[in-house]
């Protein structure tokens, strides 16, 4: 009996090795599928290897190109092989084989969203519409979704996306719970809002935070905000304690691309939108288009726009010629110190494009603005305007 016993224990042992293998086996099958359709679409189009960072990008082939239906098959079709390399793999255990199709949806959700992105930071190129319904098609009801390494991604391009089609509204202070009111899930719908705001905050964008918030946790029910009540402690010290918004911007003078001064006191009564770029920052450069089509539609509307250069002393002559080329605000100025000069350092900044908003009393409303390619930024605009 003894030695009956013994056989069945290496038995099922050599079973269990075996399963394991075969499921190790389908693993690194599914992970050369995955990496193979995303780097079929990155190395073809662009030069870089990672296709999360977008924002320095080189376009090898004509835009439209990108988001053809061809160019896409290899992602468009991912999930189609990936179940059918699932089914086909052997595997028998019914709970990794549930949550394995769950991952495999959720990843292609994670790439169609990224892809989306992609459209949004190219000069707003047109989304084809098989993109949007695949958007469309997600549904965030199964709570496992929040055990998925892709999911701050989800959340934030979800939102974006949202955004892209007009699906929230053209309410700025309402946007975020029009978004998250697709979700039927409660405890997915409060997971959203803790994620969204975290990267907000993250990011610096303070426009009217807290109101945001406050209309987001309308779309779940009382008992559950306790949840969110770190975020909201979070959200009410970096607004109360913040330096610089509501306080006065310091007085700058610079040259204008005549060389006529310009100062701050000379645009009050005005609302004033800076762009703090430079010659040589391409992302800067990329934000150009999408502030020229803000500035065309708010055309007469109490707000100027002003294109600061952090270019230093020796690159005016280019910084001369490419403000010729590109135009890139109503009034374009030089801080010739570049990132030395007094106003800059007042905000620390170390990073570029950086957008800020200054009302017409000449106080600070928002030193961190969102980008101008972002569909919130006009959405912002827009309603800051019509309630002066």
């Not at 200054?358 to 600070?364: F, S, V, Y």
């Amino acid at each position: 009996m003894k030695r009956q016993i013994s056989i069945l224990a290496v038995l099922l042992m050599s079973l269990t090795m075996m399963a394991d293998n075969i499921r190790d086996s389908y693993q690194q099958q599914w992970t050369d599928m995955v990496e193979n359709a995303v780097e079929g679409f990155k190395f073809r189009f662009y030069n870089q290897k990672d296709i999360n960072s977008l924002d320095a990008i080189s376009v090898r082939r004509p835009i439209e190109e990108v988001f053809s239906e061809e160019s896409l098959l290899p992602l468009l079709s991912l999930e189609e092989r990936s179940l059918r390399q699932l089914e086909e793999s052997g595997i028998t255990d019914i709970s990794f084989i549930s949550l394995q199709r769950k991952t495999i949806r959720w990843t292609v959700w994670q790439f169609m969203l990224n892809i989306v992105h992609l459209g949004a930071i190219n000069n707003n190129m047109p989304i084809p519409q098989y993109l949007y319904d695949r958007v469309n098609e997600m549904v965030f009801d199964d709570t496992e979704i929040l055990d998925f390494p892709g999911f701050p991604v989800l959340v934030n391009y979800f939102i974006e996306a949202m955004l892209m089609q007009g699906r929230a509204g053209d309410s700025f202070d309402h946007y975020v719970a029009r978004c998250i009111q697709t979700v039927p899930s409660e405890k997915i719908r409060s997971k959203f809002i803790e994620v969204y705001f975290q990267q907000l905050m993250q990011e610096n964008h303070l426009e009217r935070l807290r109101q945001l918030f406050d209309y987001a946790i309308t779309t779940i029910e009382k008992p559950s905000r306790t949840n969110l009540r770190r975020t909201e402690l979070q959200i009410d010290s970096l607004t109360n304690n913040h330096p610089y918004n509501g306080q006065p911007a310091p007085v700058f003078t610079f040259e204008d691309v005549n060389g006529k001064q310009v100062c701050l006191k000379d645009l009050r009564g005005k609302y004033v939108m800076i762009d703090i770029w430079a010659t040589w920052c391409g992302p800067c450069k990329k934000q150009i288009p999408f502030m020229k089509e803000v500035e065309r539609q708010l055309k007469g509307s109490d707000i100027v726009f002003v294109s600061l250069s952090s270019d230093e002393q020796k690159e005016r002559v280019t910084w001369q010629r490419m403000v010729q080329d590109l135009q890139p605000g109503d009034i374009n100025l030089i801080a010739t110190n570049g990132f030395n000069d007094p106003f800059i350092q007042h905000y620390g900044l170390e990073y570029i494009p950086h957008f800020m908003l200054i009302g017409p009393d000449g106080r600070m409303i928002s030193y961190s603005c969102r980008k101008p390619r972002d569909p919130l930024f006009i959405m912002y605009l827009k309603q800051i305007l019509e309630k002066q």
